[in-house]
């Protein structure tokens, strides 16, 4: 029903700036949560952020808050991660996620979600 694509990584110093989009397209054009998860070769895909799709509330993983800013332009269907101060650690493939609109929704569950993007890989040098 919907694909999910992201674009906007790359290789950034550490301390440094990037911001990610996720365009969204399909048979649905509205009425979607959207986040972003993230994963490290070895590991667990892990929660970073995420946003509502009518008040636009936002969600955060501790390790990110303060750092990180997701945003969504319902126009252009179109979600976005701003991410500062970027730290080695926050080396990763981004996912963009999509949930459709329901009671109980769990931000941070990867379940939650029905559509996922290929993802886009983001460097952090030291």
């Known amino acids: 029903q919907v694909q999910l694509v992201e674009s906007g990584g790359g290789l950034v110093q550490a301390g440094g700036s990037l911001r990610l989009s996720c365009a969204a397209s399909?048979?649905?054009?509205?009425?979607?949560?959207m986040g972003w998860f993230r994963q490290v070769p070895g590991k667990e895909r892990e929660f970073v952020a995420a946003?509502?799709?009518?008040?636009?509330?936002?969600y955060y993983a501790d390790s990110v808050k303060g750092r990180f800013t997701i945003s969504r332009d319902n126009a252009k269907n179109t979600i976005y991660l701003q991410m500062n101060s970027l730290k080695p650690e926050d080396t990763a493939v981004y996912y963009c996620?999509?949930?459709?609109?329901?009671?109980?929704?769990?931000?941070?569950?990867?379940?939650?979600?029905?559509?996922w993007g290929q993802g886009t890989q983001v460097t952090v040098s030291s």
């Open positions: 946003i509502r799709w009518s008040s636009s509330r936002t």
């Open positions: 996620v999509a949930a459709p609109e329901t009671m109980g929704w769990v931000p941070s569950g990867k379940n939650e979600y029905d559509y």
């Open positions: 399909g048979r649905t054009f509205r009425n979607l949560h």
